[in-house]
T-cell receptor
């Protein structure tokens, strides 16, 4: 069982809707990530939070808005999406640079939220 | 930036045979090379990784080899089982900067019983 929990597992939304994806981890990781994965493709990095601060935004359109309320939670707010945004959205966590524990570099992925935009 | 090429894109083997997946990378500064397995409907899971100060690492039926000079690394699965069927991704990053890992395009492995 994954230690990164994502909700909802499936989401269907219209182009005018506002919805949110949620991610939670209790491994004490201080780095959290959002990835987008299209069918038969590798995950594409969208955002990185390190110590609850946004450290990387891979030129993601503003219709995707990340939020990290605390060290265990990561949200992705969705608004005015396009059909081409339909994909599997994966959350991941890892130890962050500077943490006292040895940084293994391993990414722990959730099972993803499958988003369909109509 | 880093570029990772992965081959083959699909691989079909008979149960009990070995499977080998190869990746090449472009940035000589990369020093962390994980392999992820993604089963249908699930997120990727790390199955083995290797760092640039090691040439080979083994964990039961899975092994990874790294050739820093040639900038390539390979995943070897022996005595394959149907439950090994999945998509496998290699990745490369610098200094365990996991979030900036560059992934290969993936290999769909099918193990026929």
């Amino acid at each position: 069982d994954t230690e990164v929990t994502q909700t909802p597992k499936h989401l269907v939304m219209g182009m005018t809707n506002k919805k949110s994806l949620k991610c939670e981890q209790h491994m004490g990781h201080r780095a959290m990530y959002w990835y987008k994965q299209k069918a038969k493709k590798p995950p594409e990095l969208m955002f990185v939070y390190s110590y609850e601060k946004l450290s990387i935004n891979e030129s993601v359109p503003s219709r995707f808005s990340p939020e990290c309320p605390n060290s265990s939670l990561l949200n992705l707010h969705l608004h005015a999406l396009q059909p081409e945004d339909s994909a599997l959205y994966l959350c991941a966590s890892s130890q962050a640079k500077g943490e006292l524990a040895a940084n293994t570099g391993e990414l722990f992925f959730g099972e993803g939220s499958r988003l369909t935009v109509l | 930036g880093e570029n990772v090429e992965q081959h083959p894109s699909t691989l079909s083997v008979q149960e009990g045979d070995s499977a080998v997946i190869k990746c090449t990378y472009s940035d000589s500064a990369s020093n962390y090379f994980p392999w992820y397995k993604q089963e249908l409907g699930k997120g990727p899971q790390l199955i083995i990784d290797i760092r640039s100060n090691v040439g080979e690492k083994k964990d039961q039926r899975i092994a990874v080899t790294l050739n820093k000079t040639a900038k390539h690394f390979s995943l070897h699965i022996t005595e394959t089982q149907p439950e090994d069927s999945a998509v496998y991704f290699c990745a490369a990053s610098y200094n365990t900067n996991a979030g900036k890992s560059t992934f290969g395009d993936g290999t769909t492995l099918t193990v026929k019983p």
